[in-house]
Every structure is written in structure tokens, then in C-alpha cells.
């Protein structure tokens, strides 16, 4: 998908106004207009040319038009596209002046509809829990998403942040098979003097979706949708362990303290519990992170399917079986190779003292 060839928004600086750029041509060989309107100066009009090499917007202009009494240099902007779709960038001429700058998308002619003033926003928002795509379903729920919303940008996380136009991101070839973070953002015009808008964020630490607008029906209506549509990807192993698994392995470290004769017993066995909860989370975290986003289509197989289920399992046998050993051998139940045997009358001194 080429740049967007319609923009409107602010610059600010040595010199503040509205501003117009309209381009045409290729990313590589962009040219066209950009007109800024300076309150109480005039109409500045500068002749543009430059390149969009994604996610950054880069030209050079000259003045086509002059205003009485004014000295306008010739103009160099450099731009890049956040995960919304506008530009942010700074600009400046070769007579000393410069500023920065915030362009908009204008893709249609929704855009240009009259509304009354919106006077309130409504905003929607569901939390999943952990989650698993891939690149084609990122795809698809984006192709979703522009059925209604016409302008999508996809920006993942890879050690850096690269925003794509959904066009653009199905013909990029990663060099790297997972995301760190997922971001799919929609947008257009309402025609109330707002925007409706669907976010959809991925990442270590929540899994959210959000949408928002002037129209309160649309916000919850668009909601629902986004939330069947994409439980799919849920995994709830990984939710229900982080959820239950830690509460459990306390719960029973807690009940079986009073059992412990002496005080540094009951630390050790509180502290092995606290430990083997820490490790177990970690090792989700490595294994089984919050966020699964790859890059690349994920081979389906049985493994693939019921692995990451089993690891889940596991880990929480694992971790379940060492605290039963460790609290057996405190006890005096167990001998564990190459610990020396707690004795009868150990055991009865330390219940002694205990009561």
C-alpha cells in the first residue's frame, strides 16, 4: 500500500499554522504541494519532492509563491509514522527557521462531512488473558478490522518498533521468527468531528483490546465482535497456572507449616515454596510467554497443538513433587541421597521444644 497522498494537520515552531500537503506519484519519487497557513502572516505555498521509505517521510521544497514583505527558504521535512498512522517530524529552512510538525491522514471524502462538535467519547476496552498468532491471523483480524475501518497499521516489536500499512507489512520478510510486542491499529472519520478507532495490543504483560468513538452503540457493538473473534488465540493453560497454580503451591505451604517442629524448618519449607512459585513463573515466562507472536506461519502438528499444555503440566508436577519431598524429609518421613537422616530423637526434640 503506497503513502497516503492526502494530509492535513499543524506545524509548530519559528513559525506556527495549519497546513495541507497533497503528493502524487510512488513512495520512491514522491512530489507535490504543501501549504501552510500562518495566522495574521498569509499563505505559504512550497513545490516538494522526496521519498517515503517506511516508517519515514523525507523532502525538499522550494517556495512557489512569495509573500510581500516575507523571505522564504527553501524547506527540508523529515517525518516518521507512529502506530497511528501520522506523521510526526521536524522541519526547517535554509534561512535560519524550523519547527516540528504533525500531519494526519485525509483518505477520503468522509473526511470532508460537517458534524455537529463531539461532546463526548465513548471508549470500550477487554483484557484477555496469555495468547497465541501467527503472521497469517494477524493478517486476517486485520483484514477484519479494514472491512469498516479503512486505514490499519500494524507496528510490531522486535528489539525495535517497525509500523507497517497492512498492504505493506503482508509483502515484509522478517529476519527474525517472533515479536516481542503487537499493535494493530484502525482509524477513520466518523463524521461527528471524531474518529472511530480499534486498537488491538499484544505483549509480555497484558493482552488488550479497545475501541473507541463518538457513538456508544458502535463502541460496545465493535467491542463484542473483536472479543469472539479473537478468543480463539487464547491459551488458557498459561492464564489458569498464573491464576491458580501459585495460589495452590502457597495455599499448602501455609497449611503444612504447623506440622514443622522448629521455626528454621517451617523458614526453609515457606522458602522453598516462595522459590519453586518464582522458578515455575519464570519458566513460563521463557517457555510459555504471555504473548506468542510469530512472525511466520506456525507449522500445525500434534506437538505444536498439545505441547505447550503438557510443558504447562509439568512444571506444576515438577515443582508439587519437590515440595512434598522437601516437606517428607523436614518431617523425618524421608532420607534423600547424601543428606544425612534426621533421627528419632532429633525429630521428638524439635516437636518438644515446638510444644
Not at 496469555?130 to 490499519?152: F, H, Y
Amino acid at each position: 500500500m503506497a503513502l497516503t497522498k492526502r494530509w492535513a494537520g499543524k506545524v509548530f515552531g519559528t513559525n506556527i499554522g495549519n497546513v495541507f500537503v497533497s503528493l502524487d506519484g510512488e513512495d520512491n519519487a514522491l512530489t507535490g504541494t504543501v501549504r501552510i497557513n500562518e495566522a495574521g502572516v498569509g499563505i505559504y505555498v512550497f513545490n516538494v519532492q522526496g521519498n517515503f521509505v517506511a516508517p519515514t517521510l523525507t523532502m525538499t521544497g522550494e517556495p512557489q509563491a512569495h509573500v510581500d514583505g516575507l523571505v522564504l527558504g527553501n524547506v527540508t521535512i523529515v517525518g516518521t509514522m507512529n502506530a497511528k498512522g501520522e506523521l510526526h517530524g521536524d522541519w526547517t529552512t535554509t534561512i535560519g527557521s524550523g519547527g516540528t510538525f504533525v500531519l494526519f491522514p485525509h483518505n477520503g471524502p468522509e473526511d470532508a462531512q460537517e458534524g455537529p462538535g463531539v461532546e463526548q467519547f465513548y471508549v470500550a476496552r477487554h483484557n484477555f488473558g496469555a495468547m497465541e498468532i501467527d503472521r497469517q491471523q494477524i493478517i486476517d483480524v486485520a483484514e477484519s478490522i479494514r472491512q469498516e475501518l479503512p486505514t490499519v497499521v500494524i507496528t510490531v516489536g522486535t528489539g525495535t518498533e517497525q509500523a507497517r500499512y497492512l498492504d505493506d507489512f503482508k509483502n515484509l520478510q522478517f529476519t527474525v521468527d517472533r515479536a516481542q510486542t503487537l499493535r494493530i491499529y484502525g482509524t477513520k472519520p466518523d463524521g461527528a468531528g471524531s474518529n472511530q478507532v480499534v486498537s488491538i495490543e499484544m505483549g509480555p504483560l497484558a493482552n488488550a483490546v479497545m475501541t473507541q468513538g463518538a457513538s456508544e452503540a458502535w463502541v460496545v457493538g465493535r467491542l463484542e465482535t473483536l472479543k469472539r473473534d479473537l478468543k480463539r488465540f487464547e491459551r488458557t493453560y498459561v492464564t489458569n497456572f498464573k491464576r491458580w497454580a501459585g495460589q495452590v503451591l502457597l495455599f499448602g505451604a501455609l497449611v503444612l507449616l504447623p506440622s514443622f517442629g522448629t521455626l528454621l524448618d517451617r523458614a526453609i519449607f515457606l522458602g522453598a515454596g516462595v522459590a519453586l512459585i518464582a522458578a515455575v513463573n519464570g519458566l513460563h515466562t521463557r517457555y510459555l510467554p504471555f504473548a506468542a507472536i510469530y512472525l511466520r506461519e506456525k507449522k500445525k502438528s500434534l506437538i505444536s497443538r498439545f505441547g505447550p499444555s503438557v510443558t504447562s503440566w509439568v512444571f506444576a508436577i515438577v515443582a508439587t513433587v519437590i515440595a512434598a519431598l522437601l516437606a517428607a524429609y523436614l518431617q523425618g518421613w524421608l532420607q534423600l541421597p547424601g543428606v544425612p537422616e534426621k533421627t528419632p530423637a532429633q525429630i521428638k526434640s524439635q516437636t518438644s521444644s515446638h510444644s
